[in-house]
């Protein structure tokens, strides 16, 4: 118990110290965060490479453990070399911008990697049974998903100061219990060594943030999180483990299945960003960000709890803790989404599936005028294709319509770009979507042709 607390001592003490120099490395250009899309709210650009001072926690973390057990260097070997790809990923795109299809080609490689080095799901189990299925040709495929989804969910929940630093904080502590109750001493070394880490980055990044995760940092705590479940699995089966994994990550898992269902039903790429996340719709309530963290943090701490209870219960409280995630579901459905019966559903379907059409037309239009922007020689005929491109999907000329939306769309950190709906046509909300399609092609012929 005190090597555990040293470790957390270590892990804390290194990102303390080592934070403070990334945001001073930040302020010479490198890998700042610039409030360049409408959802973003910052008024200064804020590093987003927070994952340096993470990656270098954990790794003298790791170091100190092959120096105090040195047997374990084959076994954690490849959690070290995971750690490092998927965070040389996701600092590259920090950076600079990767591309969805490019990161998720890296991260497949990375797992798939991860797994011919012996990072693996070989079984499956459910807790408190005897027996197990052998998981065959699929164990290449189920082991290479949870290794992708984990990193995933918890970079897709980093929109909000503080919230996935202590979302991974909840999480590592709860592992590092795992491992003290399994007799497995270094898993609960490392993974309290990135619960130090992490509530040494949270002194910077509790609102109001100094510093941002960034992919890098959340790709990070993400891997680390999915790589130790399975390292506390035993022999290869995955068994109450993978359960308290699951429970204990029960709200970024409801945000991110929510997400991913809401922008598939619009038209949107699964990865599209937008502000309709639970701590988004909780901050439209009027919630400030604080008593949002803390909301979250004890939701958390509570599902946590409960994926503990599968370890001392021998799987017994399984049942309550699915039970338990079904229920936030609901709540989540009726008051982040406004669905309180079938009619409700029904109705929101409906509308959605309208303007799903619009949607897919101004995501198809923007990836034309993307290569118009290479072809074209001139700012004068890129900017007269632009203009009778907004003017097909809908938004008209200031004044033209009797009731008119004005949308504000934030390209380059400063400037808005304003553009004009018809009221008749759609909500505020939905024209501000569509405009955000075409951010990303009008900021690169901006950036092309300057004058």
Known sequence: ???????????????????????????????????????????????????????????????VIFAVSPSNVTNWFPILVGSLMMYGLGLWDDLHR??????????????????????????????????????????????????????NIVNLIDGFDGLAGGLGL?????????????????????????????????????????????????????????????????????????FVTLIALGVPILDTTFAMMRRALRGYPIFHADDEHFHHRLEKFGFSKT?????????CLVLSLFGLSIIWSQGGTLPIGIGVLFFLALLALRYFHYLKSWDDVRRRLYRVMRRRR???????QAQVL????????????????FELTLRRVGFVEQGESDAEYAIQVKYNGSTPWTLHAPQHKGTQVEWQRIAECFRPVYAKAKQKWRT
């Open 1 to 63: 118990m005190i090597y555990t607390l040293l470790f957390f001592v270590l892990g804390f003490v290194v990102s303390v110290f080592c934070t403070p120099w990334v945001i001073r490395l930040s302020q010479r250009g490198i890998g700042l965060d610039y409030a360049h899309e409408s959802r973003k709210k910052q008024e200064t650009p804020i590093p987003r490479i927070g994952g340096m001072p993470l990656m270098l926690a954990t790794s003298v973390g790791l170091l």
């Open 370 to 385: 993307d290569l118009e922007a290479e072809r074209c020689k001139t700012a004068q005929e890129f900017w007269a294709i």
């Open 291 to 299: 008593r949002i963290l803390f909301g979250l943090y004890g939701i």
């Open 170 to 242: 909840c999480m590592s502590v709860t592992l590092g219990i795992v491992g003290l109750h399994n007799e497995q001493l270094p898993v609960a070394w490392y993974a309290f060594t990135l619960a130090g880490a992490l509530l040494g980055f949270l002194v910077f990044n509790f609102p109001p943030a100094k510093i941002y995760l960034g992919d890098g940092g959340a790709y990070l705590i993400g891997f680390t999180i999915a790589a130790l479940s399975l390292t506390s699995s035993n022999k290869g089966s995955v068994a109450k483990v993978l």
């Open 98 to 151: 990767l591309g969805a299809k490019k990161k998720f080609a890296g991260q497949i490689i990375t797992a798939c990697l991860v797994y011919e080095m012996g990072l693996n799901i070989e079984k499956f189990s459910y807790p408190g049974s005897a027996g197990s299925i052998d998981l065959g040709a699929w164990s290449l495929p189920v082991t290479v998903f949870w290794l992708i989804a984990v990193p």
């Open 358 to 364: 619009l949607v897919q037309y101004a995501l198809l």
